[in-house]
């Protein structure tokens, strides 16, 4: 058996709650702050030329890699991209509510040549 530890008075005790007191109090985090993006509603002339030339290009089309390259509103490149499938620059695979997927024109321009 181990020997015994000597108890603590009341007194002892007391003393030694009171002398803990409280701590400080939690601090809530603020959380991650994201950078706010500063994407163009219209289209400046460089970036019309940019969409023209290089979204073509792409293998794979959404609204959201059009939006990362070119730094335009998702409604604007919507649009743009709509555009580009009525002239037949590039070819819709999937066509859904919530996500559209185009991909660059290869087919037709082998039938055309």
Known sequence: ????????????????AMAGGKGKKKKWSKGKQRDKVDN???????Q???????VPKMKLITLLSVVEKLKISGGLARRALNQLAEE??????????????????????????
């Open 1 to 16: 058996m181990p020997p015994k530890v000597q108890q603590k008075s009341k007194e002892q005790k007391m003393a030694a």
């Open 40 to 46: 163009k509603v219209l289209f400046t002339k460089e």
């Open 48 to 54: 019309y030329d940019r969409l023209y030339s290089e």
């Open 88 to 113: 037949g620059e590039i070819k819709a695979v999937c066509v859904s509510r919530a996500q559209r997927i185009y991909t660059r024109n290869i087919g037709e321009d082998e039938e055309a040549e």
